[in-house]
Every structure is written in C-alpha cells, then in structure tokens.
C-alpha cells in the first residue's frame, strides 16, 4: 500500500519551527493515538534518507528492509530523552534483528546533513542501527509535522508497511516485543494502554 502525498513548499518552515517545541520526554494527552485529530497514517511509501551513521554510509533506504517489520523511531540527537532511549533501541536491534525487525532512525531537523552527523557520532552509546535525515516529504508522509510534536515518537509497520502502532513519547521496549511477537505470530495485537503509552508517563 501506498499514499500518494502533495507537500506544500511550506512544510519546512513549520517543521523548523516547530522542532524548539518538541524537546520534551513526555508525550502531551492530546497526542495519544486514539486521538482522532492525528491519526497515524495506514501505511508509508518507501523512503529514502541520507545516512547520519557512518557503519551505514551512502543513503537509508527502507526498500531495503521491505518484507519486515520496522521500528522507525523519530527522534532529535541533541534532546536529552532521545539520547537516554538509544540503548533500548539498541537493543531492540540486537535481539530482534534475528527474528526480522529493522529498526530504523529518523532524524526530522532542518539542519544540514553535515552539522547532524557529527551530533549522531557524538551519542553515547550510538545508534547500531541505520539512521537518515527525514526531509519535509518523509514527515508528511508519517502524518505531518503535527504528529510530531514530542520526540521520540516511533512507529511499528508491519511486513506490508501498514502502520499498526503508533507511540508517542516514552514507549517501553518490552511493549514493543510484545507486538513484533503478536505480528509474528499472526495474533492480535496486546492491549496497552494507547500506543503503548501510560498514563504516567504523559503526566505534567
């Protein structure tokens, strides 16, 4: 499945200012997915993304991973939450690659490519998995720069790019094993909180 998007040239200035906003480690109520005004969307078009990881140099395609759950993770190198996730994440890749996910990073800031990898090359642990740029088009495509108001935000596509959950903020990475092992296995998706979010975790 495919959506077919029109990006409005001012898409980018609104990402830029609205990116100074999102450097929050809690997801606000108005973003949980059963939000009706931010849906997620029903599935993602394959994506292209310039590499910010030098173990992945050249380009980020998610062509390259069609066939497979992915884990794409939104998220800014130099938020402090975001940095503090990157070993779940890790880990997510480590012990889950075998059994098919593909995690993948995506970085949605206006900066050029140059001034971003060496803020990706300077986290500790860095990224093990591959990790782009998301250009204006890439957001749209996730459901514009409005479903994005809190970095991290991640979303699990199943093997035919639907998007079946969508998680806002903190997502706990044993949530996220739950459901690769629910898509694996062909049963229905846990019941979480929404999203995999708790309520806890969106409190002021």
């Known amino acids: 499945m495919k959506n ?20 929050r480690d809690k997801a606000p109520e108005s973003l949980l997915a059963s939000d009706p005004d931010v849906p997620p969307p029903a599935a993602v078009d394959d994506f292209t993304m310039e590499s910010l990881v030098g173990e992945f140099p050249g380009h980020v395609r998610s062509a390259d ?10 998220f800014l190198p130099d938020d402090p939450a975001c940095a503090a996730a990157i070993e779940d ?6 012990d889950d690659a075998p059994r098919g996910l593909a995690v993948l990073g995506l970085v949605p800031d206006p900066r050029p490519v140059a001034e971003l990898r060496p803020l ?17 088009a890439i957001i749209t495509a996730f459901g514009s720069p409005e479903a994005l108001r809190v970095v991290p935000t991640a979303y699990l596509l199943d093997a035919e790019g ?19 092992d629910a898509i694996l296995s062909g049963a229905p998706l846990p019941d979480h909180t929404p999203a995999g979010v708790l309520p806890e975790d969106n409190a002021a």
């Open 120 to 136: 990706v090359a300077a986290l500790s642990p860095a990224p093990e998995f591959p990790t782009g740029r998301a250009d204006s």
């Open 162 to 180: 639907a998007v079946i959950r969508y998680y806002p903020g903190h997502v706990r990475p044993e949530w996220v094993r739950e459901d690769l």
């Open 65 to 74: 991973y069609a066939g497979h759950p992915q884990l794409v993770i939104f």
């Open 4 to 23: 077919r998007i029109v990006l409005p040239a001012i898409a980018v200035l609104l990402l830029a200012a609205l990116l100074p906003a999102c450097k």
């Open 89 to 94: 994440w890790n880990a997510l890749q480590r």
